[in-house]
């Protein structure tokens, strides 16, 4: 079975702190995405990352950044928190998609207050 | 932004029942079609992708892809309480641009 692991499953932080949100998946996954998920807005896609090192954004990266530096790991970043990023932030990880399958699965997720 | 379109619910059938989940899409350059189910408090997990016009089953779900009319749906058969959960629909557009529906609630009744 895939596991996503997620560094956090509540966490709660002040305006203006810098917030690490760590993701680990076991399944030597290419592809490793960040999605938030709000009640009537559904997952919407933070960043996304194909490669070590390499980094898509989404379709919200604004005051997010990412970092690759191993495969299995995929970190999420806030850069100066602020009250509209609560949320709950999901991770997912999937296969490569040289073998035509784009299928993702998520992690437990990590719900975010920021006060 | 790519629009998919659930019907919030609650839909709520009864046991032993089919449910029957529609998701609609707003671009023609969709490619994969993907259904997850998240139970309250929990994360999506998936249940079924489908690639290609038709239908696909897998046990007591199938998924049905329409292009043409640019719709996917999900029936599940024999209906359990344990299926009660919200059911997203994810589409991906182009490379890799995924959307994901609000989802629909569903509640089997005992």
């Known amino acids: 079975d895939v596991k996503v692991t997620q560094s956090s499953r509540y966490l709660v932080k002040r305006t203006g702190e810098k917030v690490f949100l760590e993701c680990v998946q076991d399944?030597?996954?290419?592809?490793m995405f960040w999605y938030r998920q709000d009640p009537g807005l559904g997952l919407r896609l933070i960043y996304f990352s194909y490669d070590v090192k390499m980094k898509e954004k989404g379709d919200i990266p604004e005051g997010y950044s990412v970092s690759r530096e191993k495969k299995e790991r995929f970190s999420l970043i806030l850069e100066s928190a602020s009250t509209n990023q609560t949320s709950m932030y999901l991770c997912?990880?999937?296969?490569?998609?040289?073998?035509?399958?784009?299928?993702?699965?998520f992690g437990p997720g990590t719900r975010l207050t920021v006060t | 932004q790519k629009e998919v379109e659930q019907n919030s619910g609650p839909l709520s059938v009864p046991e032993g029942a089919i449910a029957s989940l529609n998701c609609t899409y707003s671009?023609?350059?969709?490619?994969?079609f993907f259904w997850y189910r998240q139970y309250s408090g929990k994360s999506p997990e998936l249940i079924m992708s489908?690639?290609?016009?038709g239908d696909k089953e897998d046990g007591r779900f199938t998924a049905q892809l329409n292009k043409a009319s640019q719709y996917v749906s999900l029936l599940i058969r024999d209906s359990q309480p344990s299926d009660s959960a919200t059911y997203l629909c994810a589409v991906r557009y182009n490379f890799n641009k995924f959307y994901f529906g609000s989802g629909t609630k569903l509640n089997v009744k005992p």
């Open positions: 489908i690639y290609s016009n």
């Open positions: 997912a990880s999937g296969p490569s998609w040289e073998a035509g399958t784009y299928e993702q699965y």
């Open positions: 671009d023609r350059g969709s490619q994969s």
């Open positions: 399944m030597d996954h290419e592809n």
